[in-house]
């Protein structure tokens, strides 16, 4: 792929229910924030990308009605829709656009406004003669796995919980963050509420009501930059069989994000990813799916993401710093939290993280993943290509 | 804007209604399910015999046409028990909970199968339990015609 | 940058579409795979030799959350990057054109589907109005189409018999498909259905998939090459009276894009076929004023979309006939468009020039 960068971010406020205002004004909130961060105008945008996953909110077409708050209106403007990593793929569908040569400056905005529709609706339009019969919901499937993974790979509910308490506390220093929770403590997730054994209420993500954007940029606009552009040096995608009983241990092979993290790695130059890699912003919808990601990211062996929890190796202060944001457990705006993990991996480049920045950040790591088939995987340096 | 204040709101209210086409491979699976017969469909080229049948592997991209008889006993892969109460999509009211839920590997069959567990007992529910098909008197040709598995002694 | 050289390469190798039925007894997945198959077939390629899947659908018109995923393994994505464009999929062939422009992937599998039979189709697009201001009115697509054609009508009421007669020569000229021929007279006693819109003056919805082939670079398969030459795409605002809906701006913008980067520059003597998505007679008027396409392109010469159409697939559909009118006349161009939304508010275009 040509170069392209990112070369500015913003996010909303992410919260349980953003009532003071309506999604076009939401998408508004971090569509400007990030044009200012890149110190741009709307006219200096020559084509959006929306991600948003419509069916949560009851909505069809949602670009048509908000996509004036993402200045799109009279510009080439696309909804991209792959499930859970709309927001990485609305994302990867920017670069695209901004290194196909026919666009300088390309907006991503994803949104989701889980409190004005019923995502348990959207949940259920699955399969209809399958698992609409018989389902139990993206929880239900989450703890199918994990008890298989759990089995193989000796992990335990005291590792998940260790990543439930390292996601709440990052996001303590994080200001848009939906769930900041300084003080979380392992005890305190195995005491909360039980949703679907072994998953406790607090391995799970919330769901949130918020935006995220960024913007990319072809090489040469970006170049003009100096340093303030966080180029992406390899973006990859992976689809896998649909059917939940289609693939084996899926939390444990995860062959979707392997492979597309291996493409993604070769094309970067990247061998040894915990070493190499600065920080990462993995899509960790449930505190036991980063530690199975760990493995199928190469972050370690398999087998050994127990002990990179409870030896802080992906802390703030560890080798390598994992959400440093939060994460998707500690914000979960779907349509967004695919743009999340980009963003945050972009500002942290930037430099322009505040608070949960991870000093000298130069490769960073971002990653999407929808119901264990779909899988994204951005590497990004400070380097140009 | 004061931030603090909620805004009005329009509240809409969806009913909808769609009708899906199953499909040759689905239709023939389901009826089999509506007489009390499981039938999986085999690839040519990796031999995967594939629950729910389609009519293509994803992986070897060849069509599927080979059937193969899959018997309504198999091995727990996978359980859990939810806690939660789920919507179910095609009537739109709440199914109550808690309720078991398994990955069963059909005896005769590659994938796993997702369903129901009988809960009556949680600590008989263990991976690699055999467990057996508890089927409705009155089916209709749909996955719920099997109410649950239970676990064998 | 020099915006002509960027999508200079990209090829439309083959493709295929299923006949428009109402309904198509058989899946999603079942009529997508039939296109898949046939369109490979077309483009004289195998399963290995696609790098990429670019989809097309909308999750309320096919009752399915992630409704790609329904299609994953009949489009060859199974281990392969996969991505959707929710809108019609000339737009999702543009993002295709982008992906091989930028380098990504040489060789990128297009496929739209779409069943109207499923639902009511228009009570579905009444999700897709302003939640606020119009859906409580009970506004949907066919709503504002009527609005837009009762501003264009005005008092002339000469121009609801020209539509009478450009909608049943349309539906006469249409090759297969689906829905009742009218005589003129028939079109204008047909029930009214968002005035002056009657039910003769409809193109037919029902169920279909469509599927297209891109490569990059040469794409010498049997009877010459056809280069996608141009692209342009665009979203109008959304409420009606935002906009002036007695013209499509919106179209007009993304011709400019698609003729700047093909290098036209006089749209009146460019193409030798026109195929507009036009849903009613008064759209293709203000497609030929958007487009400034001249008299002697000749416009939807199998029927266009009074042939019978399906959500999701127009512009896709109408990308394959307009490759197919031109491939094999070095020189020639032929216009392909696409449109989503209430009234035009999306608009795709895409230049198809024989080599």
């Given at each position: 792929m040509?170069?392209?960068?990112?070369?500015?971010?913003?996010?909303?406020?992410?919260?349980?229910?953003?009532?003071?205002?309506?999604?076009?004004?939401?998408?508004?909130?971090?569509?400007?924030?990030?044009?200012?961060?890149?110190?741009?105008?709307?006219?200096?945008?020559?084509?959006?990308?929306?991600?948003?996953?419509?069916?949560?909110?009851?909505?069809?077409?949602?670009?048509?009605?908000?996509?004036?708050?993402?200045?799109?209106?009279?510009?080439?403007?696309?909804?991209?829709?792959?499930?859970?990593?709309?927001?990485?793929?609305?994302?990867?569908?920017?670069?695209h656009?901004?290194?196909s040569?026919?666009?300088?400056?390309?907006?991503?905005?994803?949104?989701?406004?889980?409190?004005?529709?019923?995502?348990?609706?959207?949940?259920?339009?699955?399969?209809?003669?399958?698992?609409?019969?018989?389902?139990?919901?993206?929880?239900?499937?989450?703890?199918?796995?994990?008890?298989?993974?759990?089995?193989?790979?000796?992990?335990?509910?005291?590792?998940?919980?260790?990543?439930?308490?390292?996601?709440?506390?990052?996001?303590?220093?994080?200001?848009?963050?939906?769930?900041?929770?300084?003080?979380?403590?392992?005890?305190?997730?195995?005491?909360?509420?039980?949703?679907?054994?072994?998953?406790?209420?607090?391995?799970?993500?919330?769901?949130?009501?918020?935006?995220?954007?960024?913007?990319?940029?072809?090489?040469?606009?970006?170049?003009?930059?100096?340093?303030?552009?966080?180029?992406?040096?390899?973006?990859t995608t992976r689809h896998?069989q649909?059917?939940?009983?289609?693939?084996?241990?899926?939390?444990?092979?995860?062959?979707?994000?392997?492979?597309?993290?291996?493409a993604?790695?070769?094309?970067?130059?990247?061998?040894?990813?915990?070493?190499?890699?600065?920080?990462?912003?993995?899509?960790?919808?449930?505190?036991?799916?980063?530690?199975?990601?760990?493995?199928?990211?190469?972050?370690?062996?398999?087998?050994?993401?127990?002990?990179?929890?409870?030896?802080?190796?992906?802390?703030?202060?560890?080798?390598?710093?994992?959400?440093?944001?939060?994460?998707?457990?500690?914000?979960?705006?779907?349509?967004?939290?695919?743009?999340?993990?980009?963003?945050?991996?972009?500002?942290?480049?930037?430099?322009?993280?505040?608070?949960?920045?991870?000093?000298?950040?130069?490769?960073?790591?971002?990653?999407?993943?929808?119901?264990?088939?779909?899988?994204?995987?951005?590497?990004?340096?400070?380097?140009?290509? | 804007?004061?931030?603090?204040?909620?805004?009005?709101?329009?509240?809409?209210?969806?009913?909808?209604?769609?009708?899906?086409?199953?499909?040759e491979?689905?239709?023939?699976?389901?009826?089999?399910?509506?007489?009390?017969?499981?039938?999986?469909?085999?690839c040519g080229v990796c031999?995967?015999?594939?629950?729910?049948?389609r009519p293509f592997c994803g992986v070897c991209r060849v069509r599927l046409d080979?059937?193969?008889?899959?018997?309504?006993?198999?091995?727990?892969?996978?359980?859990?028990?939810?806690?939660?109460?789920?919507?179910?999509?095609?009537?739109?009211?709440?199914?109550?909970?808690?309720?078991?839920?398994?990955?069963?590997?059909?005896?005769?069959?590659?994938?796993?199968?997702?369903?129901?567990?009988?809960?009556?007992?949680?600590?008989?529910?263990?991976?690699?339990?055999?467990?057996?098909?508890?089927?409705?008197?009155?089916?209709?040709?749909?996955?719920?015609?099997?109410?649950?598995?239970?676990?064998?002694? | 940058?020099?915006?002509?050289q960027s999508t200079d390469g990209v090829s439309v190798l083959g493709g295929a579409e299923t006949a428009i039925a109402?309904?198509d007894?058989r899946s999603i997945a079942e009529m997508a795979l039939n296109v898949v198959e046939r369109a490979l077939e077309d483009a004289e390629l195998r399963w290995s030799d696609i790098d990429a899947v670019v989809t097309a659908s909308?999750?309320?018109?096919?009752?399915?959350?992630?409704?790609s995923?329904a299609v994953t393994e009949v489009v060859g994505a199974v281990m392969k990057p996969e991505t959707r464009i929710?809108?019609d999929g000339l737009a999702a062939a543009i993002q295709a054109v982008h992906q091989i422009a930028a380098g990504a992937y040489d060789t990128v599998l297009v496929v739209a589907h779409g069943?109207?039979?499923?639902?009511?189709?228009?009570?579905?697009?009444?999700?897709?109005?302003?939640?606020?201001?119009?859906?409580?009115?009970?506004?949907?697509?066919?709503?504002?189409?009527?609005?837009?054609?009762?501003?264009?009508?005005?008092?002339?009421?000469?121009?609801?018999?020209?539509?009478?007669?450009?909608?049943?020569?349309?539906?006469?000229?249409?090759r297969g498909g689906?829905?009742?021929?009218?005589?003129?007279?028939?079109?204008?006693?047909?029930?009214?259905?968002?005035?002056?819109?009657?039910?003769?003056?409809?193109?037919?919805?029902?169920d279909g998939a469509c599927a297209v082939v891109l490569g990059a670079g040469g794409g010498e398969t049997t009877g010459g090459r056809a280069v996608i030459a141009g692209t342009?795409?665009?979203?109008?605002?959304?409420?009606?009276?935002?906009?002036?809906?007695?013209?499509?701006?919106?179209?007009?913008?993304?011709?400019?894009?698609a003729?700047?980067m093909a290098?036209?520059?006089?749209?009146?003597?460019?193409f030798a076929v026109a195929e507009?998505?036009?849903?009613?007679?008064?759209?293709?008027?203000?497609?030929?004023?958007?487009?400034?396409?001249?008299?002697?392109?000749?416009?939807?010469p199998d029927?266009?979309?009074?042939a019978?159409t399906a959500?999701a697939i127009s512009g896709l559909g109408r990308l394959l006939r307009a490759t197919k009118a031109v491939k094999g006349n070095s020189g020639h161009r032929a216009l392909a468009h696409g449109?989503?939304?209430?009234?035009?508010?999306?608009?795709a275009v895409a230049v198809v020039e024989a080599r």
């Amino acid at each position: 792929m040509n170069p392209i960068a990112v070369i500015g971010t913003g996010q909303t406020k992410h919260s349980k229910a953003r009532l003071d205002v309506s999604q076009p004004e939401l998408i508004r909130e971090a569509a400007s924030a990030a044009l200012q961060d890149a110190d741009i105008g709307p006219d200096d945008i020559d084509a959006v990308v929306i991600s948003n996953m419509e069916m949560f909110e009851g909505r069809a077409f949602p670009e048509l009605w908000a996509g004036e708050g993402a200045y799109a209106f009279g510009k080439p403007c696309v909804k991209v829709a792959t499930g859970g990593t709309s927001g990485t793929s609305a994302c990867i569908a920017g670069f695209h656009q901004a290194a196909s040569g026919e666009f300088d400056t390309v907006l991503v905005v994803g949104f989701e406004k889980h409190s004005e529709g019923h995502t348990q609706t959207g949940m259920a339009l699955v399969d209809p003669f399958w698992d609409r019969a018989v389902a139990s919901g993206a929880l239900g499937n989450f703890a199918l796995s994990i008890s298989q993974y759990m089995a193989e790979r000796g992990v335990t509910e005291e590792h998940a919980a260790q990543v439930a308490v390292k996601a709440r506390r990052n996001a303590a220093n994080n200001p848009n963050a939906h769930l900041q929770m300084p003080d979380l403590t392992v005890d305190d997730v195995l005491a909360s509420r039980m949703l679907a054994e072994p998953l406790h209420l607090l391995d799970m993500c919330p769901q949130s009501d918020g935006a995220a954007a960024i913007v990319v940029a072809s090489e040469e606009t970006a170049r003009r930059r100096g340093s303030q552009a966080a180029w992406v040096r390899a973006a990859t995608t992976r689809h896998d069989q649909p059917y939940l009983g289609d693939l084996d241990r899926r939390l444990v092979t995860m062959r979707a994000l392997r492979d597309a993290a291996q493409a993604a790695y070769t094309r970067a130059g990247i061998t040894d990813p915990l070493r190499e890699f600065d920080i990462a912003e993995i899509y960790e919808p449930a505190s036991y799916a980063e530690l199975a990601w760990y493995e199928a990211l190469g972050f370690c062996k398999e087998g050994e993401a127990g002990r990179l929890i409870t030896e802080g190796v992906t802390a703030m202060d560890g080798e390598l710093p994992v959400n440093p944001s939060g994460g998707v457990l500690s914000t979960n705006p779907v349509g967004a939290s695919g743009v999340i993990r980009v963003a945050e991996a972009s500002a942290q480049l930037l430099g322009r993280a505040g608070a949960h920045q991870v000093a000298g950040a130069a490769t960073a790591l971002a990653t999407g993943y929808g119901v264990y088939a779909w899988s994204d995987v951005i590497v990004m340096r400070t380097e140009k290509p | 804007m004061d931030a603090d204040r909620d805004l009005l709101s329009v509240s809409l209210e969806m009913d909808l209604e769609w009708r899906y086409a199953s499909g040759e491979s689905m239709e023939r699976f389901l009826l089999g399910v509506g007489a009390g017969r499981l039938e999986a469909v085999r690839c040519g080229v990796c031999g995967r015999r594939y629950l729910p049948p389609r009519p293509f592997c994803g992986v070897c991209r060849v069509r599927l046409d080979d059937w193969v008889p899959v018997a309504d006993a198999g091995t727990l892969e996978a359980w859990t028990v939810v806690h939660l109460p789920i919507l179910d999509g095609r009537t739109g009211e709440m199914r109550p909970s808690p309720y078991g839920m398994g990955l069963i590997r059909l005896d005769g069959a590659d994938t796993t199968l997702n369903h129901y567990l009988d809960t009556a007992d949680p600590s008989r529910l263990t991976i690699g339990s055999r467990v057996r098909a508890v089927w409705r008197e009155d089916r209709r040709g749909a996955m719920d015609d099997i109410l649950h598995f239970e676990v064998l002694s | 940058m020099n915006r002509q050289q960027s999508t200079d390469g990209v090829s439309v190798l083959g493709g295929a579409e299923t006949a428009i039925a109402l309904p198509d007894p058989r899946s999603i997945a079942e009529m997508a795979l039939n296109v898949v198959e046939r369109a490979l077939e077309d483009a004289e390629l195998r399963w290995s030799d696609i790098d990429a899947v670019v989809t097309a659908s909308v999750d309320l018109f096919d009752g399915l959350t992630a409704s790609s995923i329904a299609v994953t393994e009949v489009v060859g994505a199974v281990m392969k990057p996969e991505t959707r464009i929710a809108a019609d999929g000339l737009a999702a062939a543009i993002q295709a054109v982008h992906q091989i422009a930028a380098g990504a992937y040489d060789t990128v599998l297009v496929v739209a589907h779409g069943k109207a039979s499923m639902a009511h189709h228009w009570n579905l697009t009444s999700w897709a109005m302003d939640p606020i201001f119009l859906q409580p009115l009970g506004v949907d697509f066919l709503t504002v189409a009527g609005l837009q054609a009762d501003l264009i009508a005005g008092s002339d009421s000469s121009i609801i018999r020209r539509w009478a007669e450009l909608a049943a020569h349309r539906k006469r000229t249409a090759r297969g498909g689906i829905g009742e021929s009218f005589t003129i007279d028939e079109v204008l006693e047909s029930p009214v259905i968002a005035a002056p819109i009657r039910v003769g003056m409809c193109a037919p919805l029902g169920d279909g998939a469509c599927a297209v082939v891109l490569g990059a670079g040469g794409g010498e398969t049997t009877g010459g090459r056809a280069v996608i030459a141009g692209t342009g795409h665009d979203l109008d605002s959304h409420h009606p009276g935002d906009r002036d809906l007695t013209e499509w701006a919106g179209l007009r913008r993304a011709c400019l894009r698609a003729y700047d980067m093909a290098g036209i520059t006089d749209p009146a003597v460019a193409f030798a076929v026109a195929e507009p998505s036009c849903l009613f007679p008064h759209e293709e008027a203000l497609f030929i004023d958007a487009a400034g396409v001249g008299e002697q392109t000749v416009l939807s010469p199998d029927g266009g979309l009074f042939a019978g159409t399906a959500p999701a697939i127009s512009g896709l559909g109408r990308l394959l006939r307009a490759t197919k009118a031109v491939k094999g006349n070095s020189g020639h161009r032929a216009l392909a468009h696409g449109t989503w939304g209430p009234a035009g508010q999306g608009q795709a275009v895409a230049v198809v020039e024989a080599r």
